[in-house]
């Protein structure tokens, strides 16, 4: 087993995609990458580095039920992690959007991942530039900076892997070392 953890949630499969991609360029350092609506909460506590990551939905939501996914997802799942111990973890956080479709409310529900760990005492690191994104609001900046990677798969699909590869290089170390 892989010493970082990734999870993710997905409806169309574009963050699933993602999350493969960042287990293969991590190689023996990750564990293979489980979708949130198969994942315990002993599962994600288990890694003292994760990787979790979230398309938004909806309105500026978490995918899930509500938000008009095809299946459960973040939005049933990230209840649970609400109060748990994240602390002396490392977490990494990545968002799917659409700057084009929903600059108004660009990927928004990485804050809410982000809140509940954070809250839990975890240390989040992988924060991220917005630069070279065209949007007019987004929840998920903290300081200036999205609060993790932020990939926009309908727009910028030729950027992903370069910048899956920047933020791997910006973040392994910290994860390794969890
Ligand atoms: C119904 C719907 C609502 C969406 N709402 C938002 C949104 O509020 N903000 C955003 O940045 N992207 C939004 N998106 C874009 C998705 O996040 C994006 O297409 C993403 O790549 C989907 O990832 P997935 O294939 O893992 O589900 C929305 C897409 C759909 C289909």
Do not use: C
């Not at 939005?75 to 600059?103: H, N, T």
């Not at 690191?125 to 990677?149: H, P, R």
């Not at 926009?152 to 973040?171: C, F, S």
């Amino acid at each position: 087993m892989g010493k970082i953890g990734i999870f993710f949630g997905s409806d169309t499969g574009n963050t699933r995609r993602v999350a493969k991609s960042i287990a293969k360029k991590l190689g023996d350092d990750a564990a293979d990458p489980v979708n949130v609506n198969k994942a315990s909460v002993d599962d994600v506590l288990s890694y003292g580095a994760l990787i979790l990551g979230t398309p938004t939905l909806g309105d500026g939501e978490l995918p899930g039920l509500t938000s008009g996914a095809q299946a459960e997802s973040w939005e049933e799942f990230l209840p649970q992690l609400k109060g748990k111990d994240f602390s002396g973890k490392v977490v990494a956080i990545f968002g799917l959007g659409d700057q084009e479709g929903y600059g108004h409310e660009f990927v928004d529900a990485m804050i809410e991942i982000y809140e509940v760990v954070k809250a839990g005492g975890a240390t989040v690191v992988g924060s991220w530039s917005t630069d070279g994104y065209t949007f007019e609001k987004s929840k998920a900046i903290v300081d200036g900076d999205f609060v993790g990677l932020v990939i926009d798969h309908d727009n910028q699909k030729e950027l992903t892997e370069e910048r899956v590869d920047a933020w791997l290089d910006q973040i392994k170390s910290d994860l390794l070392a969890a």
